[in-house]
């Protein structure tokens, strides 16, 4: 698929939107990318895991990790595709970690999954994580970039759809000071975008 055919996906699911969003990174913006309304239609699902795979899977990863909650759906569909093992990182004491009894082996090639970056810092959390229970981290990977490729993880990577979208120090930003309020996605339904977002 192209980015555009992606994008078109998006669309048609309404997750582009627009409003006041704080992000899982602290920061703000005024769009937001809610994978949510793509994920859960579970055709769709498959069909972006592959299409992710097919980018990434080159790499003789044996298991895909991603952080939840968003990531869960991705790194199983990614995994699917690749016909490895999908685990998922939480956070315990404020530090992502695997729990469950989920392992890795000593040195097993793993690829961490996401379904946004935006900073990396989840995603490079996970992959501090992965290390952490002995795993190595080969590639990373996620549906949606909207950094504009700008987010270093120090690793091969690659994502379906890269968007340049602004974000917003809190303490600098425009719709702040503009006194719209602020919400966290998935809080309240918000605008539906127009396209804007991809320019």
Same mark, same amino acid.
């Given at each position: 698929?192209? &980015? /555009?055919?992606?994008?078109?996906?998006?669309?048609?699911?309404?997750?582009?939107?627009? !409003?006041?969003?704080?992000?899982?990174?602290?920061?703000?913006? /005024?769009?937001?990318?809610?994978? *949510?309304?793509?994920?859960?239609?579970?055709? #769709?699902? &498959?069909?972006? !895991?592959?299409?992710?795979?097919?980018?990434?899977?080159?790499? =003789?990863?044996?298991?895909?990790?991603?952080?939840?909650?968003? =990531?869960?759906?991705?790194?199983?569909?990614?995994?699917?595709?690749?016909?490895?093992?999908?685990?998922?990182?939480?956070?315990?004491? !404020?530090?992502?970690?695997?729990?469950?009894?989920?392992?890795?082996?000593?040195?097993?090639?793993?690829?961490?999954?996401?379904? #946004?970056?935006?900073?990396? =810092?989840?995603?490079?959390?996970?992959?501090?994580?992965? &290390?952490?229970? !002995?795993?190595?981290?080969? *590639?990373?990977?996620?549906?949606?970039?909207?950094?504009?490729?700008?987010?270093?993880?120090?690793?091969?990577?690659?994502?379906?759809?890269?968007?340049? #979208?602004? +974000?917003?120090?809190?303490?600098?930003?425009?719709?702040?000071?503009?006194?719209?309020?602020?919400?966290?996605?998935?809080?309240?339904?918000? =605008?539906? /975008?127009?396209?804007?977002?991809? +320019?």
């Amino acid at each position: 698929m192209t &980015e /555009d055919q992606i994008l078109d996906v998006f669309r048609r699911h309404h997750a582009l939107l627009e !409003g006041h969003f704080i992000l899982s990174s602290g920061l703000h913006s /005024d769009r937001y990318i809610q994978c *949510a309304l793509v994920l859960q239609h579970p055709e #769709v699902a &498959e069909q972006l !895991g592959r299409e992710l795979a097919a980018k990434i899977g080159h790499t =003789g990863a044996t298991a895909v990790v991603a952080p939840a909650l968003g =990531g869960v759906l991705v790194a199983h569909e990614v995994a699917r595709a690749l016909g490895v093992r999908a685990l998922f990182t939480e956070r315990q004491d !404020g530090r992502m970690t695997l729990r469950r009894g989920f392992t890795l082996e000593a040195g097993e090639p793993t690829i961490v999954v996401e379904d #946004v970056i935006t900073t990396g =810092g989840s995603t490079l959390e996970t992959i501090r994580a992965v &290390e952490e229970a !002995g795993g190595k981290v080969v *590639a990373a990977g996620s549906l949606v970039d909207r950094s504009g490729g700008s987010a270093d993880l120090g690793l091969p990577r690659a994502a379906l759809l890269t968007l340049t #979208v602004q +974000n917003y120090d809190p303490a600098q930003c425009p719709l702040c000071r503009a006194g719209l309020q602020a919400v966290k996605p998935g809080s309240r339904t918000a =605008g539906r /975008d127009t396209g804007a977002t991809a +320019n």
